[in-house]
């Protein structure tokens, strides 16, 4: 009987270590100097610039490998959101700002979370759902809604990406590469690998 007990005592502590072993650690998330939100990792050599649309399906299509992604390269890489609403998507530019207003309060992953979860839902009533969902002070939430702050951020990104060559959404600018569209995890694999190379060749 105590050979039994032994036993079963081996094999709890050999699934707890498989649990532990298998358990994805949390990505990091953080702000940058300038207020902008980003996943990953705060000193990371290579960032990555997501130029999307909150309303583009192909870009919600991507938000399961950008994850994958992100948990692969999480220690070495930055995620950086850059707004880049298309004129086809009438509830874009209010998304857009949405999480801007939520980023100003620290809370801009939870609200682009939200969003990318319910495409089909984008209506003033949802966003102010989702504001309070994720604990937003919604006073606050409310004026930078109604100013003209987020909208000139969103210009600003707009700008910046038309600059590095960004024609569609979502697109990945990655050092001096792009990947185009809702791509599988290994074309973003071959293009970070390719990227992190030459950023440490530079050390």
Excluded at 18 to 27: E, H, Y
Excluded at 190 to 200: K, Y
């Amino acid at each position: 009987m105590g050979k039994y007990f032994s036993f079963l005592a081996v094999a709890a502590l050999f699934a707890a270590i498989l649990v532990v072993g298998c358990t994805q650690a949390p990505i990091n998330e953080g702000m940058t100097k300038d207020g902008r939100a980003y996943r990953g990792a705060a000193d990371a050599k290579l960032t990555i610039y997501e130029y999307s649309d909150f309303e583009c399906p192909f870009c919600g299509k991507a938000q399961p490998t950008v994850t994958q992604v992100m948990e692969a390269y999480g220690q070495s890489v930055k995620l950086e959101f850059r707004h880049y609403p298309l004129p086809i998507h009438s509830r874009a530019v209010p998304a857009a700002v949405a999480s801007i207003c939520a980023e100003k309060q620290g809370k801009f992953w939870g609200m682009h979370d939200l969003l990318y979860a319910n495409q089909g839902a984008l209506d003033d009533a949802s966003l102010s759902k989702y504001a309070e969902k994720i604990g937003l002070e919604m006073a606050e939430y409310s004026k930078c809604v109604a100013g003209n702050e987020a909208v000139a951020l969103i210009d600003r990104d707009i700008a910046s990406g038309s600059a590095a060559g960004v024609q569609a959404t979502p697109t990945f600018v990655i050092g001096n590469s792009m990947v185009l569209g809702a791509q599988p995890f290994d074309k973003f694999r071959q293009i970070i690998d390719a990227e992190l190379a030459v950023e440490n060749a530079k050390s």
